[in-house]
């Protein structure tokens, strides 16, 4: 059942938050990262992939309602 555009809308721009805090976590892994700190690196670049996985878990969902899944 497609979802009201208003509502669409909103799951939009929550996948837009996820993929933007996907790639803050990239950042700070590429800072630890520089600095030596692979521990720290590494968990960065997890915690990014789970935002990431977040965001298409978001973009399926708005898909299968039949709605057009977009990044804000």
Do not use: C, P
Not at 41 to 50: G, I, K, N
């Amino acid at each position: 059942m497609k979802m009201s555009e208003n509502l669409a809308t909103k799951f939009n721009e929550q996948i837009t938050l996820e993929l933007e805090s996907s790639i803050a976590y990239l950042q700070m892994a590429a800072y630890f990262d520089a600095r030596s700190l692979s521990g720290m690196a590494s968990w960065m670049r997890l915690q990014s992939e789970e935002e990431r996985m977040h965001a298409l878990k978001f973009f399926d969902f708005v898909l299968d309602r039949g709605n057009e899944a977009i990044a804000l």
